[in-house]
């Protein structure tokens, strides 16, 4: 399937960064997803990017986030110059993602299993203002490792939290074997779904998608391509 418009020119813009080539496996699984998510899904507003009517989205899996700072520097959250600055000391891209210095950043993240119950909480807080906008988050299946995503996918499907849809990358990262997350995850009162990440339309149907009670999970496999 040939790339979407604008998908070839987000590989450009991460060699513009150097320094983090031991995530690079890491960070280049999210970006089938993360690009679908920002060109045809999510709200937002580069202008004002705390705007109330805005959509939410937080990457749990806070390590590698330089796909994530080539979206955001391409959909004009800032400069595309400041990649070129991505992990030195004059720069505002770090090594985990800031919300305090990076526009466009939901939540500072990088310990892995907190950006998930994060996300709950923002669903929680969206409810309780009657607000209908999404809340996104990202996990990865090797931080899937960590008790506490599943202790948040226990708690989110009792909640009835159809405003949360979480992604989960499957890069085979996972030290212990995970199984059929998406089943795993049906069984807590989750709307489960899985979807191959280099098929853009299958990535968009499946996040577009929401139950009308029930929390959504896309698991994405993403296979290595040498």
Same mark, same amino acid.
């Given at each position: 399937?040939?790339?979407?418009?604008? $998908?070839?020119?987000?590989?450009?813009?991460? %060699?513009?960064?150097?320094? %983090?080539?031991?995530?690079?496996?890491?960070?280049?699984?999210?970006?089938?997803?993360?690009?679908?998510?920002?060109?045809?899904?999510?709200?937002?507003?580069?202008?004002?990017? !705390?705007?109330?009517? +805005?959509?939410?989205?937080? /990457?749990?899996?806070?390590?590698?986030?330089?796909?994530?700072?080539?979206?955001?520097?391409?959909?004009? $959250? $800032?400069?595309?110059?400041?990649?070129?600055?991505?992990?030195?000391?004059?720069?505002?891209?770090?090594?985990?993602? %800031? !919300?305090?210095?990076?526009?466009?950043?939901?939540?500072?993240?990088?310990?892995?299993?907190?950006?998930?119950? /994060? *996300?709950?909480?923002?669903?929680?807080?969206?409810?309780?203002?009657?607000? %209908?906008?999404?809340?996104?988050?990202?996990?990865?299946?090797?931080?899937?490792?960590?008790?506490?995503?599943?202790?948040?996918?226990?708690?989110?499907?009792?909640?009835?939290?159809?405003?949360?849809?979480?992604?989960?990358?499957?890069? !085979?990262?996972?030290?212990?074997?995970?199984?059929?997350?998406?089943?795993?995850?049906?069984?807590?009162?989750?709307?489960?779904?899985?979807?191959?990440?280099?098929?853009?339309?299958?990535?968009?149907? *499946?996040?577009?998608?929401?139950?009308?009670? +029930?929390?959504?999970?896309?698991?994405?496999?993403?296979?290595?391509?040498?």
């Amino acid at each position: 399937m040939p790339p979407d418009h604008g $998908f070839a020119r987000i590989d450009q813009l991460m %060699d513009l960064a150097s320094g %983090d080539e031991k995530h690079d496996p890491s960070t280049r699984s999210t970006l089938d997803v993360l690009w679908v998510l920002y060109d045809r899904v999510l709200r937002y507003d580069t202008t004002n990017p !705390r705007s109330e009517d +805005r959509d939410r989205f937080l /990457m749990s899996k806070g390590h590698g986030p330089l796909a994530l700072y080539a979206i955001l520097a391409d959909k004009g $959250f $800032f400069g595309v110059d400041e990649l070129t600055r991505f992990l030195t000391w004059d720069g505002i891209l770090g090594g985990h993602p %800031d !919300r305090n210095r990076v526009p466009g950043i939901e939540a500072s993240t990088g310990s892995l299993g907190h950006g998930f119950p /994060m *996300a709950v909480g923002v669903a929680l807080a969206l409810r309780a203002k009657g607000s %209908d906008r999404r809340v996104f988050v990202l996990i990865g299946d090797g931080e899937a490792n960590e008790g506490s995503v599943w202790e948040t996918a226990l708690l989110a499907g009792s909640l009835e939290l159809p405003q949360l849809t979480a992604i989960l990358i499957d890069n !085979r990262s996972s030290t212990r074997p995970l199984g059929d997350v998406a089943a795993k995850f049906a069984t807590f009162g989750w709307k489960a779904s899985t979807v191959e990440v280099s098929d853009h339309d299958a990535v968009e149907r *499946a996040l577009r998608e929401q139950d009308a009670q +029930r929390p959504s999970l896309v698991v994405g496999l993403y296979t290595h391509q040498s």
